[in-house]
């Protein structure tokens, strides 16, 4: 599985556009980009997914580049509970179960 | 649907000692996952199966067993427990195939303490 790259931490303002970078360069063409997040002392939540068309839905946006090799989410009217650690990771569709894996993700937090 | 569901949500343990986090999942998922997550720390996969009867381990396997006697249920068993297993413990499962095959559901976590 491709590897992934997210900043540490980040701020955003309550309110505001959260817009949370991944980086993966080394993506292959049949790897989707999944964001997951985790509020604290909870488990992960599945947020969204996509292969190269920017999707939607009512928790966020996802938008890839066109090369494919990073990717933004989207948290378009951030509130203080959408602080928690948000994770990107990219797997194909048919993925080996052992390589369910995930990074350290980026902790944002929202700012009243 | 209750998704995953794990029990118990804290326990103390004593160094030594054994126990069985349960798990169980009411999707019809194939694929079932543990992991650890320790403070300040990203998750672990233990182990994971593919379906019931079929278990490999992940990352951290050492100190851990599990089985799969049937779809729904993937109990982790820790024996002779030691400090360095305590941590929160999560169970997830996911379909395994189709394009939401790869989205992975969490259970809300296991705390354990090893004292």
């Known amino acids: 599985d491709a590897k992934t790259t997210q900043p540490t931490s980040m701020d955003c303002a309550e309110g505001r556009a959260a817009n949370l970078p991944c980086n993966h360069s080394?993506?292959?063409?049949?790897?989707?980009v999944y964001w997951y997040r985790q509020i604290h002392s909870q488990g992960p939540q599945y947020i969204i997914h996509?292969?190269?068309n920017n999707e939607t839905n009512e928790m966020a946006s996802l938008i890839i580049t066109e090369d494919r090799k990073s990717s933004t989410l989207i948290l378009p009217h951030a509130t203080l509970r959408d602080t928690a650690v948000y994770y990107c990771?990219?797997?194909?569709?048919?993925?080996?179960?052992?390589?369910?894996?995930f990074g350290d993700g980026t902790t944002l937090t929202v700012k009243p | 649907n209750a998704g995953v569901t794990q029990t118990p949500k804290f326990r103390i343990l004593k160094i030594g000692q054994s126990m069985t986090l349960q798990c169980a999942q009411d999707?019809?998922?194939?694929?079932m996952y543990w992991y650890r997550q320790d403070p300040g720390m990203g998750l672990k996969l233990i182990y994971y199966?593919?379906?019931?009867?079929?278990?490999d381990k992940g990352e951290v396997p050492n100190g851990y067993n599990v089985s799969r006697s049937t779809t729904e249920d993937f109990p982790l068993r820790l024996e002779l427990a030691a400090p360095s297993q305590t941590s929160v413990y999560f169970c997830a499962s996911s379909l395994g195939q189709g394009e939401s095959g790869n989205t992975i559901y969490f259970g809300e976590g296991s705390w354990l303490t090893v004292v």
């Open positions: 990771i990219v797997r194909p569709l048919r993925t080996n179960a052992g390589k369910s894996t």
């Open positions: 199966s593919v379906g019931a009867g079929i278990t």
């Open positions: 996509g292969l190269k």
């Open positions: 080394t993506i292959s063409g049949n790897e989707y």
């Open positions: 999707m019809n998922h194939n694929y």
